[in-house]
């Protein structure tokens, strides 16, 4: 388990020795839990929230200073069934062609994609997941599913994000990612995440889910930046102010997360930057990384895991539950390389699990 001790702006990411599964731990489908406005005080002093932020806060510390290359690291077979698994989808994007029709956002033709992946979301996840752990697969398949946007509404946002983490969180609760995954997880299967709901939001013209404009951080995205300004810390060269510099982006943007994000941006959006992503570009001002990566933090604690609309969305099982953290417990993560015992007859078969997806998950 990781923990992030304290509120502060320092956080300091250490290593304990506590299990979060025990021997005989059942897995069972997630729910919505967050109901109304008030249930976000639990929320926010929950497991899954301690979890989840802490999860995102090793990893931000895992990349500081590295590049998406990684040159120097051999990547694990869990990363690469995790690539694999998503080269899939965004073939399937290939194979799904937008359709004509007189609107201009929201293509249909999301809905056909949206339903094979619901179709084929089960085997994707145990090609993933290791015949030993299969028994968590009809948990964790959720987190996967409503991560690459709303078939219903046709769109994508922090929440669906949002829901892409906590599978990759899962992943390391139940051991299949590992504590020298940490570092690749952002720079090789984010990265590649990355590139598949792009596609998305161009190829079916993905409405924004919840964006706040010109005045939000980006229309889509929030972690990239998160990650991604962790990774320029200290760079000899790319200083804050140089992120808008055309040179620099189109130079740099496959090694780093935020420059991949504005490159992107310059790509959907026409205008000056100034006007489309104001708060971006205030951000160019920003003395250094460190300030700019403390200060997102800050701002995705409060504008997506604080609210209501988002948080409304999110699934709460036995590996992200939904109940009062111990008050001493701090900001937490999974525990590395804790596995789970092979199944027992209490467990939710796979079956089971594949009658109870849903035919249209909502965000």
């Given amino acids: 388990m990781f923990q992030s001790k304290g509120p502060s702006n320092q956080q300091h990411v250490t290593r304990t020795a506590d299990l979060i599964l025990g021997e005989d731990h059942e897995f069972i489908v997630p729910v919505k839990c967050i109901r109304v406005p008030e249930d976000m005080k639990v929320w926010e002093k929950s497991e899954a929230y301690f979890e989840c932020l802490g999860f995102v806060l090793a990893l931000n510390e895992a990349v500081s200073g590295k590049a998406n290359s990684l040159k120097d690291v051999q990547l694990s077979p869990a990363i690469l069934n995790l690539l694999e698994m998503l080269e899939k989808l965004n073939k399937l994007i290939n194979d799904t062609p937008p359709v004509q029709q007189p609107q201009r ?8 994609w949206y339903q094979k992946l619901k179709d084929q979301a089960f085997d ?10 299969h028994r968590a697969v009809p948990e964790i398949l959720f987190y996967l599913l409503e991560g690459f946007g709303n078939s219903t509404r046709i769109d994508y946002g922090t929440g669906h994000e949002l829901s892409f983490v906590m599978f990759l969180c899962c992943l390391f609760k139940i051991g299949v990612l590992v504590d020298s995954d940490k570092a690749a997880v952002p720079c090789k299967v984010f990265a590649k995440y990355m590139d598949v709901v792009r596609k998305l939001q161009q190829a079916y013209r993905m409405e924004p889910a919840g964006s706040h404009g010109v005045w939000s951080l980006d229309d889509y995205q929030f972690i990239p ?3 991604g300004s962790s990774q320029l810390i200290a ?20 090694d780093y997360l935020f420059l991949a994000c504005i490159k992107y941006i310059n790509q959907v959006k026409t205008g000056p930057f100034a006007e489309h992503s104001n708060q971006l570009w205030g951000i160019s001002g920003v003395a250094n990384w460190s300030k700019i990566n403390s200060g997102l933090i800050k701002m995705y604690k409060v504008e997506v895991l ?32 804790l596995v789970p015992h092979p199944p027992s007859s209490s467990t939710v078969s796979e079956e089971e699990s594949v009658d109870q997806i ?4 909502v965000i």
């Fill in 225 to 227: 930046f998160i990650w």
């Fill in 124 to 133: 994707l996840v145990q090609s993933v997941v290791p015949e030993r752990l």
């Fill in 105 to 112: 956002y929201g293509n249909q033709a999301f809905r056909e």
């Fill in 235 to 254: 760079h000899p060269r790319i200083e804050p102010p140089m992120f808008l510099d055309e040179n620099i982006i189109e130079m740099y943007h496959k």
């Fill in 306 to 337: 604080g609210k209501f609309p988002v948080a409304q969305h999110i699934l709460f099982g036995s590996l992200l539950p939904f109940k009062v953290a111990q008050s001493n417990t701090g900001i937490r993560k999974p525990r590395i390389n």
């Fill in 358 to 361: 849903p035919r249209n998950v």
